[in-house]
């Protein structure tokens, strides 16, 4: 293999790509628009759910409640109604996702020792809304009836047995990596791994593809180049691109996301190179055994939905079925994500993640040869 040949196409790619201002514009910029755009709709984080109140008791004990719910942050008021049969005209036109009604004599039953009921209904239809809605009620109806209970022991008893109404064991909880509880800060490195299979595997596959097409990949056989001196004169210039749009993107997500760099940059850069190595290889696999660019990118987009779906990015592996989870080993992007969300939000080192370092340069050097073989077999 000849050094110099490689550096003669890396030289030459770069100068197809600089003739080429719309790719390059695309290459550099979209990865950075997809990933704000991402950053914000793709969140995990339920709130401000529209809530709509019928309060027919109109008591001081109503409203104390409703100012809980409210101040949770969880519930937006969007309107209030005196008639119970005007509710489901709320929730039927999206304008409502949650119902309060409280029943007449409510505050008078509270104070009289009674036991009062709140009906909350709550639009089933989005269910990972409603589930949230539904914590959240409860905890605050909750604490809520505590207070009230231990009010009623003080009255009654006080003293000793307003202390004896405190609960038993004092549980403090903490959250490490992820303080805040921000959904944005494990999106957004899912985020930086997707942005970074897509746009590198399509740009080579493209590329590629492209010449095919024009004939020019005909005339870089009949040289001396050799197979693999042209496989790497397409995967560096294109690793070089794809290290720039790291270095950009996890710029924006510290800066502009507020995620949390925790861990060693140095390692982290030289993991993703073992992952760029299986991206841009399934690109060029894809070039290969594509003859029209359209093909390539339907070739793509077989291998990143799986990845997609099935790498933890959207949802938990341990959610899915048995049999799923064991495909899901077959994905390199998840190991690329427990990496990146390993150094990012853990800062943990290599001797955690060396598992997952291994399994990504297995990949990377399988799809490398595979690539290898492919082209070999095409142009034999």
């Known amino acids: 293999m ?31 628009l997809q990933l704000i755009l991402l950053g914000y709709a793709a969140t995990l984080d339920v709130r401000h759910i529209p809530t709509v109140v019928c309060d027919l008791d109109r008591s001081d004990a109503s ?41 007449p004599q409510y505050g008078a039953r509270l104070a009289s020792g ?38 009623r022991i003080d009255l009654q008893g006080g003293g000793v047995l307003g202390a004896r109404a405190a609960p038993p064991v004092d549980a403090r909880m903490r959250v490490w990596y ?12 899912g985020v930086i791994g997707l942005i970074l299979l897509v746009t590198t595997m399509l740009l080579t596959a493209v590329a590629v593809t492209r010449e095919k097409e024009i004939g020019t990949i005909e ?12 496989l790497l004169g397409k995967l560096v210039p294109y690793s070089i691109l794809g290290f720039i749009n790291v270095g950009v993107i996890l710029a924006v997500g510290h800066y502009w996301f507020e995620v949390p760099v925790r861990g060693s940059l140095l390692l982290l850069y030289g993991l993703t190179t073992m992952f760029l190595l299986t991206t841009l290889g399934v690109g060029l696999f894809a070039a290969a055994a594509a003859d029209t ?29 048995e049999p799923i989870q064991l495909i899901t080993w077959l994905m390199p992007m998840r190991y690329f994500l427990t990496i990146i969300r390993g150094i990012l939000l853990k800062g943990v080192g290599l001797e955690i993640l060396w598992p997952q ?16 073989a492919s082209f070999r077999s095409r142009i034999a």
């Open 2 to 32: 000849s050094l110099h040949r490689v550096a003669r196409l890396v030289a030459k790619e770069f100068i197809q790509v600089r003739r080429d201002p719309l790719s390059l514009r695309l290459m550099l910029l979209a990865p950075l």
């Open 63 to 103: 409203r104390e409640l409703i100012r809980s719910v409210m101040a949770s942050g969880y519930f937006d008021g969007v309107g209030t109604t005196d008639r119970q049969d005007q509710v489901i005209g709320w929730l039927d036109t999206g304008r409502a996702a949650v119902a309060l009604i409280f029943p």
């Open 114 to 151: 009674g036991r009062p009921q709140l009906q909350a209904i709550v639009d089933g239809s989005n269910s990972a809304e409603a589930t949230t809605a539904l914590g959240h009620l409860s905890g605050i109806v909750m604490n809520r009836s505590i207070e009230i209970a231990v009010e």
């Open 178 to 189: 992820n303080e805040t509880m921000e959904s944005s800060h494990f999106m957004i490195p």
């Open 219 to 230: 005339q870089l056989l009949v040289t001396p180049i050799r197979p693999v001196e042209l």
């Open 293 to 321: 660019q359209q093909q390539a990118v339907l070739l793509c987009q077989a291998f990143v939905t799986p990845n997609m779906l099935l790498s933890g990015f959207i949802f938990p592996i341990e959610n899915m079925p």
């Open 357 to 372: 370092a291994v399994a990504l340069l297995v990949f990377g050097v399988a799809i490398f040869l595979a690539s290898l």
